[in-house]
């Protein structure tokens, strides 16, 4: 793989650019940039908003293998990483207490803070590859004012001193509830102020999201026992048969033979990994699927709980209300 600077790759991709189109102010982003070359094909949307937030949807696809030398500087924020599609390797040597080679893999989202370093993203060629980059100074977290009790311990050093450890962390999964805010993001009517003004609640929202999980996982009690690469392998695969099969699922027992584990070791493999038991993760995952479908005025609500596998209707209003705090027809209106 030929790896090049930023500014050798960019004079490449003008030597064999066939096109280029940019626009402006379209939809609150300040830039709106498509461009297609020998090495790959891109769009680009970009936007710093009001409050100093940096926003970029970058959708692209690759037609040459390639590296591309990036240089962070010391003023570098503290960036989120939604990956929608396409995995993103990153070659970053001989930094203090951050990994040589790190993937971000497709579906999940990350938080890092890397400053005053150099790295070197990998590209494949036919590898299309979707991302949502939110790019946050320090200056905007503080601003928030001194409710800080309940931040990430992550993040705690980045509120407290102006040069604060570095840090690249894998937070999870995408959920359904940050999946409807990307697409909200990508596809709304607004424009000019409004449309900032809207940008902004999402990116917001968005942040919210992911530091809330990342909360979640901190505040867990640590576990006392190991699992195998395998066997967290298996987890993962029960994970995806309960999102697979949410309408009519397995019980724990046969979701357990299907993996080829024993059943205590699937509870307590679903506990260490997700933090819930599979019946917990399984209800969780139907009711943010519920969410996402009750944004659709036209189903009832009780189509909305059949779909997402709740044949009565008065426990699929109970649960909802526990874990959102309202009902479903109160968070309709």
């Not at 102006?162 to 999946?179: E, S, W, Y």
Request: hydrophobic share 35%; proline share 6%.
């Amino acid at each position: 793989m030929e790896v090049l600077t930023k500014a050798d790759l960019e004079t490449r991709w003008r030597e064999t650019m066939t096109v280029q189109e940019v626009s402006h102010n379209r939809r609150g982003f300040n830039k709106v940039r498509r461009d297609v070359n020998a090495w790959r094909e891109q769009q680009l949307h970009y936007t710093q908003l009001p409050s100093g937030i940096q926003l970029k949807l970058s959708d692209q696809k690759v037609y040459k293998d390639y590296g591309k030398t990036v240089e962070h500087d010391e003023n570098k924020p503290l960036t989120c990483h939604f990956l929608l599609s396409g995995d993103h390797p990153v070659v970053c040597p001989g930094i203090k207490k951050n990994q040589a080679e790190y993937l971000e893999k497709a579906g999940n989202h990350y938080l890092f803070f890397l400053p005053d370093i150099e790295e070197i993203e990998q590209s494949y060629q036919g590898k299309p590859n979707q991302v949502l980059i939110i790019n946050v100074p320090l200056t905007v977290l503080r601003e928030f004012g001194s409710e800080w009790d309940q931040i990430p311990q992550l993040l705690k050093p980045l509120l407290e001193k102006d040069r604060a450890p570095r840090f690249h962390h894998p937070v999870g999964k995408l959920t359904p509830m940050m999946q409807t805010v990307i697409k909200e993001i990508f596809h709304h009517p607004y424009q000019g102020a409004i449309a900032q003004m809207y940008l902004e609640g999402k990116v917001l929202e968005l942040i919210s999201l992911q530091l809330f999980q990342l909360l979640q996982q901190e505040n867990q009690q640590p576990c006392h026992f190991h699992l195998t690469p395998k066997e967290i392998d298996r987890i993962y695969q029960a994970q995806s048969i309960l999102e697979k099969q949410y309408f009519e699922p397995p019980s724990v027992a046969d979701l357990a033979q299907k993996i080829g584990l024993d059943r205590i070791k699937l509870q307590q493999g679903f506990q260490q990994i997700f933090q819930v038991t599979p019946f917990q993760y399984l209800q969780n995952y139907r009711l943010d699927l519920a969410r996402v479908l009750l944004e659709d005025e036209n189903l009832t609500v009780s189509a909305v709980a059949h779909r997402v596998g709740y044949a009565n209707i008065s426990y699929f209003y109970r649960t909802f209300k526990r874990r959102f705090g309202v009902t479903p027809g109160k968070y309709r209106s």
